[in-house]
């Protein structure tokens, strides 16, 4: 299998943009996943390959995890990782860093439990955020001062976004890995490998088309094939949205050892989230959002229209002020290209002012790295 060389190694994201490093230190965040059921055989022939090792006291090595060889790393570890998690309490934290921008993109932490996932965390120009995901979906809280905004997600109890699969996966599977080290021989033993290279074929982590340029980092595993943390950069150039530079990081602990209980506010945020409708007005030169019940849509939250087919966002466009039950808004742009959003407040606009919307379209109302309404087709 071909492999490339890292290329460099990037630096910790620094100070400034929505949320500046310097305001956490230590870094708790939420990862998103679902269960998955393909997951590699736990009695893979790159298990216990150092089963005969022995410490320079004479004491046995402990064999090494599924996922762990001598050899480096298995790409099938990080479903390994979830099908296992996925049959356990436990508490996962991760931030993803936007190291070009030197911001933080998102930070996330949940406590993971038989009744759901509580996840908590404070974004951008926001106040403290709950969620709480389970089967019967996603919902949230926001402390905005003097009351509490509601919304109910996209996604509810998803193994996929609460472990950061999207990112760390590729990371796993991309990378070309060292001979693991055991740096904890008590139970639960634990080894670390280092990022060496990556393989020629190499998806880019996270949401992005493009080619991989970089990639670097460090991760520690468990005796049980657990992640317990993950520490990586990456760098790609031909995505969507230009070069990215981003770095990840992720952490696992407390399994087993988590109860999870639904929130009292939960009854609330079920009947005061925002119901909206959305459809393309009949000259197709905006976008009517109609806010039926619940709860004003805060200022501060970027409505967006995604077109399905360019796969990219036609519209994009914060809210300066609410959007209250009851108030119908048109959203148009007046030149494609996702940054350059308009918005009409009871009427709509001249289709001099407006360019024709001729494709589908998902919307939906970003808050603090989570949505009002889920999605909405258009």
Known sequence: MKRREVLGVLGVAGTGGCLRLSEGGTTTTVARSTRQTQAATST????????????????????????LSADGVGNYLFDYHLRELGQRSFATNWTLLNQRREIVKLRREYRVG????????????GGPVTMFRSTDGGFWREDIGDEYSYGK???????????????????????????????????????????????????????????????SGSMVVDERGFIRSLDGEMTASGTNVGRQEYGVRYAVDSVDDVTVREPDWLPTAKERRP???????????????????????????????????????EIS????????????????TEESGGFN????????????????LDSEYTAWADRSGTEY??????
């Open 44 to 67: 893979s022939t790159d298990t216990g390959t150092t089963a005969t090792r022995t410490s320079e006291t004479g004491e046995r090595d402990p064999d090494l995890p599924s996922g």
């Open 114 to 125: 038989d009744a759901g996932a509580v996840g908590s965390w404070t974004f951008d120009e």
């Open 153 to 215: 997600a996209r996604d509810g109890y998803d193994m996929e976004r609460l472990t950061l699969a999207a990112w760390v996966r590729p990371f796993i599977a991309g990378g070309v890995w060292s001979a693991p080290s055991l740096v904890r021989r008590e139970s639960p033993a634990r080894w670390e490998t280092q990022v060496t290279g990556f393989e020629a074929d190499a998806s880019v982590p996270g949401w992005f088309n493009g080619e991989l340029e970089s990639l």
């Open 275 to 313: 119901r909206v409708s959305v459809v393309l007005t009949d000259d197709e030169y905006a976008v009517r959002l109609t806010h039926e019940s619940g709860n004003p849509i805060e200022a501060n939250t970027n409505l967006i229209i995604y077109d399905e087919a360019a796969r990219r966002n």
């Open 317 to 332: 466009y914060p809210l300066g002020e609410p959007i209250e039950s009851g108030e119908t808004v048109y959203l148009y």
């Open 341 to 356: 959003g308009q918005l009409s407040r009871g009427t709509p606009p001249a289709s001099s002012d407006a360019i024709r």
């Open 373 to 378: 309404f889920g999605t909405a087709p258009v």
